[in-house]
């Protein structure tokens, strides 16, 4: 393949097929692979230019979930961890996640604490973004390296970087 395509790594979400679609709208191609059958050999001869983790119905908090390739997170391609994706990213690198009383689902603000690489051209440091969420467990504490970039009254990591990796996580 002569173009840019990403790697969607799917953990049963709804709207992965729409996360699909939506990165093909921007011209670039995409594949959805079900976590499990995600290898390096594959990844390899896919070339991906970046990785999306995808949420889904699971919890990172429960034994035997589902969880990202370890070298995924070593391969030096951008990650962005979305829900399931930034609660398994965090967890699997260092992080706690663990449920919450305060489940939400529907419209959000996020307060955008810093820039980060993730935003740009999209939203500004000091700025308020409105964003839909759908979660009940949540990151507690960040894996080493990690920043918060934007949070919400119910989600303090409710954006995440170690932009020097190049791995993001949203909670939405």
Known sequence: MSHDHILIVDFGSQVTQLI?????????????????????DRVDAFAPRGIILSGGPASVTEENS???????????????GICYGQQTMCEQLG?????????????????????CALFDGVWSADTEAEV?????????????GFDIMA?????????????????YGVQF
Do not use: C, Q
């Open 20 to 40: 699909a679609r939506r990165v093909r709208e921007s011209g670039v191609y995409s594949e959805v692979w079900p976590f499990h059958s995600v290898t390096k």
């Open 151 to 167: 949070a919400s009254n119910n989600a303090p990591f409710a954006v995440v970087a170690n932009e020097s990796r190049k791995l």
């Open 95 to 115: 992080g706690k996640v663990e449920g919450s009383d305060h489940k939400e689902f529907g419209r959000a603000f996020v307060a955008v604490k810093k820039p």
């Open 132 to 144: 839909w969420m759908s979660h009940g467990d949540r990151v507690t504490k960040l894996p080493n």
């Open 66 to 80: 589902p969880r990202a390739p370890e070298f995924l997170f070593d391969y030096g391609l951008p990650i962005l």
